[in-house]
């Protein structure tokens, strides 16, 4: 006979762990993607592009 005590404690201790894990993630920063050194500094140009663009 299962003990209906120990299967309500069992079950909030799990709800606990999944919300503990949940929590974890929501707080964990998120991973930039490397940029390779081309990319990077096309991005550059392009900022700088716009901005004297926008400055004419």
Request: aromatic share 10%; no cysteine.
């Amino acid at each position: 006979m299962i003990n209906i005590y120990i299967e309500e404690k069992r079950m909030k201790q799990e709800e606990r762990r999944r919300q503990h894990i949940a929590n974890q993630a929501w707080m964990l920063p998120r991973k930039k993607q490397r940029r390779p050194f081309k990319n990077s500094i096309l991005s550059l140009f392009n900022v700088i592009r716009h901005i004297t663009f926008y400055v004419k």
